[in-house]
């Protein structure tokens, strides 16, 4: 029986065993071989979010009180995962783009077999595995610098140097940027932002980041800030260290303390424009260059861009461990992130 890493709550993982349901038509059975988690969805997903307290209404696009019956479920053993990379062991009747033996990846759980839709499915080709899960990340921050419609020339701030705002911060140089200054307080992630574009490397906790980055640009700012950590006194600083009538890009669920959040001040002396990202179809929200882009375009062409080699996942999915050794690292992701940028795990 295959097995798979669940947790309740995030401070304790485990693995378990778990049965496969019978292969449809459409459908592809891959053995994993890496798979990863996205840590700030995880972090969501397990503490809490808008949807924890309301119910989200489609029709009005409003979260409204949730009704006095109803009651959020308990926690109860779930999985865990985002992407995953594997060789095709067996496909259903109806498939034709891929045959066993083929290398493989897409939206997955952390476990040894999988079965995805034909059609969610990509072939790895020449990527790297690393590459491979990285690609949604990479999407996100693909849409948010277009978000942030950043141009050749432009200066920017990258705000959280997790794996969306290290892919953000390539990416950002891939659109034409001619400064990038990346800011986070753990040392491993602004050592890969230097690395791989960032003009500077500043750390929040011994600094003031918004007067740094004024100072270094002749005292105006970046025409783009772009905020990945869902952190408010980042946020914050991303509206400060723009230039007058700048643009902040925030891209993840939002702080869930907005008290260091002051928009009295230099939100309001400076009126930059605030572009809410999310690159999620789910949420029904057009691309803001519809019709010419939507979300498939957006995401064909992030991976693109690993294949041309613009891109690349290789140290931000760091540290690599063992399936066995996966349910002792992951409590990691929340109580000493130092450690790691993105968690992959290794099936042998």
Same mark, same amino acid.
């Given at each position: ?77 779930? @999985? ?72 050749? @020339? ?29 800011? $986070? ?44 950590? @869902? ?22 669920? @939002? ?69 066995? $050794? ?23």
């Amino acid at each position: 029986m295959p097995r798979r890493i669940v947790t309740e709550d995030g401070s304790r993982f485990w693995i378990a065993d778990y049965e496969l349901a019978p292969l449809a038509a459409d459908e592809v059975k891959v053995r994993v071989t890496l798979a990863a988690p996205k840590h700030g969805t995880e972090a969501q997903l397990l503490t809490g979010s808008a949807f924890s307290a309301k119910e989200w209404n489609p029709e009005l696009r409003l979260f409204l009180p949730r009704p006095e019956t109803s009651t959020p479920a308990p926690p109860s053993p779930r @999985g865990i995962g985002n992407m995953v990379v594997g060789e095709v062991l067996e496909v259903g009747a109806a498939v034709t783009r891929f045959a066993p033996g083929d290398r493989v990846f897409g939206y997955g759980q952390v476990r040894e077999q999988v079965h995805l839709p034909e059609a969610k499915l990509f072939p790895l080709g020449e990527l790297s595995e690393a590459d491979a899960v990285c690609c949604d990340p990479a999407h996100v921050a693909f849409v948010a610098v277009r978000d942030g419609n950043i141009r050749i @020339g432009d200066d920017v701030a990258v705000f959280g140097l997790g794996a969306i705002g290290l892919l953000a911060v390539q990416l950002a140089r891939a659109a034409g940027a001619h400064r990038v200054f990346a800011v $986070d307080p753990l040392a491993l992630r602004r050592e890969h932002a230097l690395a791989h574009g960032a003009t500077a490397a500043l750390n929040p906790l011994s600094c003031d980041p918004a007067l740094e980055i004024k100072l270094a640009t002749q005292k105006l700012g970046v025409d783009v800030a772009i905020e990945t950590s @869902g952190n408010g006194k980042a946020l914050n600083d991303s509206i400060r260290c723009v230039r007058q009538c700048g643009t902040v890009v925030h891209v993840p669920w @939002g702080p869930k303390d907005a008290s260091a959040l002051k928009l009295g001040e230099e939100f309001h002396h400076n009126r930059p424009t605030i572009v809410g990202s999310q690159a999620w179809v789910g949420w029904g929200n057009a691309d803001r260059s519809h019709p010419l882009w939507d979300h498939e375009r957006a995401y064909l062409a992030t991976i693109q861009l690993f294949r041309d080699r613009k891109l690349t996942g290789e140290g931000i999915v760091t540290p690599i461990v063992a399936f066995e $050794d996966a349910p002792d690292v992951l409590p990691t992701i929340f109580t000493a992130p130092e450690k790691s940028i993105k968690i992959g795990v290794r099936f042998e």
